[in-house]
C-alpha cells in the first residue's frame, strides 16, 4: 500500500505543472466518473440534499449531485497544487477578499470558521500565503503513513502551520493560542456526540460540535467566517474573509451551533454544488430515529 501510495503522490507532483483549465477538464471528467463507480457516496449525497434542500424535486437533486461529483473531481485533482505548486502560483490563483489581515491586528485570538466546502484546504493555503499569523488546526490522522505525512507536509510547507491529530487531548491546541496562534476551525462535521448535541441544520437534527463557541468564550476569541469557492473553468479559486462575528459566542453553546448552522445553511444556498454533501451529515441519530443512509 505505501508504494501505490507513493505512485500517486508522484503522480499529483506531475500533475500540478499542468495549465489549471487542464487541471479543471480532468477533474471534471473524474468526478463524472465517480458518479457513476461510486454509487454509496452518490446515495449519500442524494440522501444529504433530499433532507436539506426538499424543495428540490428529484431531477433537481439528481442534476445537483452530477454537480457536485463534478466539483468534487476537480478537487482531487487540483489538490495537488496546494501540495507542491510554487507559492508565487498560489498567489495568483487563489483571489482573497476581505479583511484577510484580522487575526494579525487583532489583539484577541481568532477563530477562523470555516464550513466544509470543496475548498476547504484552498481556505487553510489562504490564510498562510496571504497573512502573517501562525496557523494551527486540527485534522484526521490517515491510516497510511505515507499519505499521513504527505498531508502534514502539503498542508504545512509554508512554515506557519502548527498541526494537532483530531482525538488527541485539546490542551496542545489551547496552548498554541494562548501563544498567539490563530485556530482554523472546520466544524461542521458529524464527529459523534462528544461535545455535541442535537442542532437543526436545515430543519434536521444534526450532531453538531458545542467546542467551538465554549473555546471561543473560555480564550476570549473573536469569530471570523471564512468560506472558500473554486471558480469556473481554469479561473481559480475565492476565498472570501467575513466580518468578525460581534455577539458570538454568547452564554449558550448551543444556541450559537444553532445560529452557526444557519449560517452556513446561508452559504450553502448560495454555492449549492460545492458543499460537501458526499459527507454523512446525518450518521448520528436522536434515540428512535431511523438511519439516513
Not at 495549465?19 to 446515495?43: E, S
Not at 487540483?78 to 507542491?84: C, D, K, Q, R, V
Request: hydrophobic share 45%.
Amino acid at each position: 500500500m505505501n508504494g501505490l501510495a507513493r505512485a500517486g503522490l508522484a503522480l499529483a507532483w506531475l500533475l500540478q505543472w499542468l495549465p489549471l483549465p487542464l487541471q479543471a477538464a480532468l477533474g471534471t471528467a473524474l468526478g463524472r466518473a465517480l458518479h457513476a463507480l461510486a454509487p454509496g457516496r452518490r446515495r449519500v449525497a442524494l440522501a444529504n440534499v433530499a433532507l436539506c434542500l426538499p424543495e428540490l424535486d428529484a431531477s433537481a437533486r439528481a442534476a445537483l449531485v452530477r454537480e457536485h461529483f463534478a466539483w468534487l473531481g476537480r478537487t482531487l485533482v487540483e489538490h495537488a497544487l496546494l501540495w507542491y505548486a510554487p507559492r508565487a502560483r498560489l498567489e495568483r490563483l487563489i483571489r482573497v477578499e476581505g479583511d484577510v489581515g484580522y487575526a494579525e491586528r487583532s489583539e484577541r485570538p481568532v477563530m477562523w470558521l470555516v464550513p466544509h466546502f470543496l475548498t476547504v484546504d484552498v481556505a487553510g493555503a489562504a490564510t498562510q500565503i496571504f497573512q502573517q499569523r501562525t496557523v494551527c488546526n486540527v485534522y484526521t490522522p490517515q491510516s497510511n503513513p505515507v499519505i499521513d505525512a504527505a498531508l502534514k507536509r502539503g498542508r504545512g510547507r509554508f512554515g506557519r502551520a502548527e498541526m494537532f491529530a483530531r482525538w488527541q487531548s485539546a490542551l496542545p491546541l489551547v496552548r498554541a493560542i494562548k501563544r498567539g496562534s490563530a485556530f482554523f476551525n472546520p466544524s461542521d462535521m458529524d464527529f459523534g456526540l462528544r461535545d455535541a448535541a442535537f442542532v437543526p441544520f436545515f430543519g434536521q437534527p444534526a450532531a453538531t460540535l458545542l467546542a467551538p463557541s465554549r473555546m471561543a468564550r473560555s480564550l476570549g476569541m473573536v469569530v471570523q467566517p471564512v468560506v472558500g469557492e473554486i471558480l469556473p473553468g481554469g479561473a481559480g479559486y475565492r476565498v472570501r474573509f467575513l466580518e468578525p462575528w460581534t455577539d458570538w459566542p454568547s452564554d449558550d453553546p448551543q444556541a450559537d451551533a444553532a445560529r452557526m448552522n444557519r449560517w452556513i445553511e446561508g452559504e450553502i444556498r448560495r454555492n449549492p454544488a460545492q458543499y460537501l454533501w458526499v459527507h454523512k451529515r446525518f450518521k448520528t441519530r436522536p434515540p428512535g430515529a431511523p438511519p439516513v443512509y
